[in-house]
């Protein structure tokens, strides 16, 4: 049972442009999503949050937006550069149940083209 | 400061065999999960560990286990080994529980079962 679903494997983008990563949740405890990033060979590295009472938080150049309604959130990176080519994991707690648990997406593989 | 150390980085094994994973969290983090990543599977949930004490555990079977020190340092070991237990096996700490104090998390050990 995949609760937490990331459908593009992968996304290709021109540097400077904006690249949109997706990911939706069926479980309706999930109330905080984090998205990592992952480079070969290194652990996942934190790049933004948000919390179920938000809909949008922004940090730089990253911005996640959340739809509880569809179940879906989303990370905008604007612009895009080269060294932002990396996995992407979107995941969720439920942090009154699940406390520290987190539940990952299987990620978006995103090349930014020079 | 040090981040998280996971030693060893590359592990082959054969299977039937046991391993043991070791995880040393950043200074003064007391709370250590652990996840297991497949091909196509993202970062899937193993067990948490705070103050010494389990506090949460994935869908894994009773091969997986783990343990942590009094230095908070962890190690999870895996009996039987089974070639679909071949993963990057990554460690994440924080300073306290809950998903939203922020995960630092390692460069994984990577096993391979033949």
């Known amino acids: 049972d995949q609760q937490v679903k990331q459908n593009s494997p992968s996304l290709s983008v021109q540097e400077g442009r904006i690249s949109i990563l997706n990911c939706d949740y069926t479980n309706s405890m999930f109330d905080y999503f984090l998205w990592y990033k992952k480079y070969p060979a290194e652990g996942p590295t934190f790049l933004i949050s948000i919390s179920s009472i938000k809909d949008k938080n922004e940090d730089g150049r990253f911005t996640v937006f959340l739809n509880k309604s569809a179940k879906h959130l989303s990370l905008h990176i604007v612009p895009s550069q080269p060294g932002d080519s990396a996995v992407y994991f979107c995941?969720?707690?439920?942090?009154?149940?699940?406390?520290?648990?987190?539940?990952f997406g299987e990620g978006t593989q995103l090349t930014v083209n020079p | 400061k040090a981040g998280v150390t996971q030693t060893p980085r590359y592990l082959i094994k054969t299977r039937g065999q046991q391993v043991t994973l070791s995880c040393s969290p950043i200074s003064g983090h007391r709370s250590v999960s652990w996840y297991q990543q497949t091909p196509g599977q993202g970062l899937q949930f193993l067990f948490e560990y705070f103050s010494e004490t389990q506090r949460n555990k994935g869908n894994f079977p009773g091969r997986f286990s783990g343990r942590q020190f009094s230095n908070s340092r962890s190690e999870m070991n895996v009996s039987t080994l089974e070639l679909g237990d071949s993963a990057l096996y990554l460690c994440?700490?924080?300073?306290?529980?809950?998903?939203?104090?922020?995960?630092?998390f390692g460069s994984g050990t990577r096993l391979t079962v033949v």
């Open positions: 995941a969720a707690s439920a942090r009154e149940t699940s406390g520290s648990r987190l539940t």
């Open positions: 994440a700490s924080s300073s306290r529980r809950g998903t939203n104090y922020g995960y630092t």
